[in-house]
Each structure stands twice: as structure tokens, then as C-alpha cells.
């Protein structure tokens, strides 16, 4: 599985953002789907991940402020990211696990190569 990120960039303190994951490859097989963010000198930390069926968790920094959604036709998982902070600014990266079977491939993890978020006061 591939995983392209995009949407990144620069915004003021309090606009908004939209992050675009799109999959490809043996997309059939993931189960969870989700965006982690690396932010210097703090290391990698969830943000939110979706389940196949639409099921979601979101860290507490971002709730309120963020939405994860998902479209299983097209692949592509989304984070909507509104009221941006400065904290917020960071490498974004998708996440994708296969589901846990008992085939080969159970359980395999994917990550995308990020997208840059900044955020300026």
C-alpha cells in the first residue's frame, strides 16, 4: 500500500486546513486509517484515526478543533483541521493498517511520507 499525503502548508493562527490521504495498492485489506503528527523535539504523536465501518478517535489537543472522515471508494482519508494553533505546526503523516486475520499480511502497517504544517502566530 502507497500512501500520498497532501494539503499542507502555511495558515495564520485560527484558519483552517484540510490534509488528504490517498491510498493505493491492496486497499482492500485496511482496516484502520489514521494521522499522526511529528513535531520537533517532541517525537511522533497521535492525532485521530477512522475505522473501516466510520468509527473514530481523536486525541484530546485537537478535539473540538479537528475531524478525521474517510471515503472508502475513493481511498482517501481526510483531516479537517479548523482553529489551527501555532503547537499544531508539524509533519503530518497517514497511517494505514491492514486488518488482523489470520492471512500473511495481518495487521501491516503503512505510513505516508508526511505533508509540512505551519502555523504562524
Known amino acids: 500500500v502507497r500512501l500520498v499525503e497532501s494539503g499542507g502548508g502555511l495558515v495564520q493562527w485560527g484558519g483552517s486546513l484540510r490534509l488528504s490521504c490517498a491510498a493505493s495498492?491492496?486497499?482492500?485489506?485496511?482496516?484502520?486509517l489514521a494521522w499522526y503528527r511529528h513535531i520537533p523535539g517532541k517525537g511522533r504523536e497521535f492525532v485521530a484515526e477512522?475505522?473501516?465501518?466510520?468509527?473514530?478517535r481523536l486525541s484530546d489537543s485537537v478535539k473540538g478543533r479537528f475531524t478525521i472522515s474517510r471515503d472508502n471508494v475513493n481511498n482517501t482519508v481526510y483531516l479537517q483541521m479548523n482553529n489551527l494553533q501555532p503547537e499544531d505546526t508539524a509533519v503530518y503523516s497517514c497511517?494505514?493498517?491492514?486488518?488482523?486475520?489470520?492471512?500473511?499480511?495481518?495487521?501491516?502497517?503503512?505510513w505516508g511520507p508526511g505533508t509540512q504544517v505551519t502555523v504562524s502566530s
Open positions: 495498492g491492496d486497499t482492500s485489506r485496511i482496516d484502520l
Open positions: 497511517f494505514a493498517e491492514f486488518f488482523h486475520d489470520l492471512g500473511p499480511t495481518s495487521g501491516f502497517k503503512f
Open positions: 477512522i475505522g473501516r465501518e466510520g468509527e473514530t
